[in-house]
């Protein structure tokens, strides 16, 4: 059952980067919401379902706003191309802006992101990882081809990245921990889209492909803890390295490439977003992106 819905995960989210127009990317935007319901209500408790009804209710939301700003943006245009919908603050219409908070609400930016740390760490192992993968680097793609340059992302990317970080440091279960740094490290790829060179978007598509992976890493091997020992709370654990030698190796590797460390993945996707915002003379956004790291 969790298989299946991780299939059509994968397949929405694939119909998603290949579509050509809004109506095709709004049927996937729905499959790929449904299937990812069904990834934590697999894990079968009663903490998954309540859970998995509050996930569904925010992305049906989500999917109701995106849908009015694709009908109010047909009207207006007459277009159903996926293009470039808006490149700044000034170009922003209604319909741009509902499209806009439909795909934020995907990606988790406060103040709908709750969702996120709230259901991710009661899906199944293999579900926390698919979900991690493939639910907010999708909504990256999207802002990526659709609003690349469009100034009110740094705002929102900055304040993901510090938002997610903050509470990372003050949880104690572990995958909530990781749910909430997904918050932060989105919160860079959005600010990277806002500042819009070349540069920046790179290093977003960068830095959600790099992201996909280290992220899957650390999902796998907290979820590897989990089956282990059927605890998560960091202050119930200690000493796995004895026990689990090749998690601790696997779940350092993770751990040093979201940090940047060189000759990680991190390091290369990371700085190119922070070197964007430096080169546009952004010094706050980039100061609270360094203070993010």
């Not at 579900?127 to 340059?149: C, D, N, Q």
């Not at 000493?239 to 696997?250: A, C, D, Q, R, S």
């Amino acid at each position: 059952f969790g298989f299946i819905a991780a299939i059509q995960c994968l397949r929405a989210a694939l119909g998603v980067v290949f579509c050509g127009d809004l109506v095709i990317l709004y049927f996937f935007w729905e499959v790929m919401a449904v299937a990812s319901t069904f990834l934590i209500l697999s894990r079968q408790t009663k903490k998954a379902s309540g859970a998995g009804f509050r996930y569904v209710l925010i992305h049906l939301l989500g999917g109701l706003i995106l849908l009015a700003g694709i009908v109010l943006y047909i009207q207006d245009t007459g277009s159903v191309t996926f293009d470039i919908l808006a490149s700044s603050n000034s170009s922003l219409t209604l319909a741009t802006i509902l499209i806009l908070s439909g795909m934020l609400i995907n990606a988790a930016a406060p103040p709908l992101h709750g969702w996120l740390p709230d259901s991710y760490p009661e899906a199944t192992v293999t579900g926390g990882v698919i979900l991690s993968a493939y639910t907010t680097k999708t909504s990256v793609y999207t802002l990526i081809r659709g609003f690349p340059g469009c100034e009110v992302l740094i705002i929102v990317g900055c304040v993901m990245s510090l938002y997610g970080i903050i509470y990372a440091l003050l949880e104690n279960d572990m995958r909530r921990i990781l749910a909430y740094s997904i918050i932060n490290q989105v919160g860079f790829m959005v600010c990277g889209v806002g500042i819009g060179t070349a540069m920046a978007l790179n290093g977003a598509a960068a830095h959600a492909f790099c992201h996909i992976i280290y992220k899957a890493l650390l999902w796998m091997s907290a979820g590897s803890v989990l089956y282990m020992t059927g605890k998560s709370k960091c202050t119930e654990l200690g000493g796995l390295y004895k026990t689990m030698p090749l998690t601790m190796i696997f779940g350092t590797i993770g751990a040093l490439a979201i940090s940047s460390v060189p000759f990680t993945s991190g390091f290369t996707s990371k700085p190119l977003i922070m070197l964007a915002a430096e080169n546009q003379h952004l010094i706050i956004p980039w100061l609270i992106l360094e203070i993010a790291s």
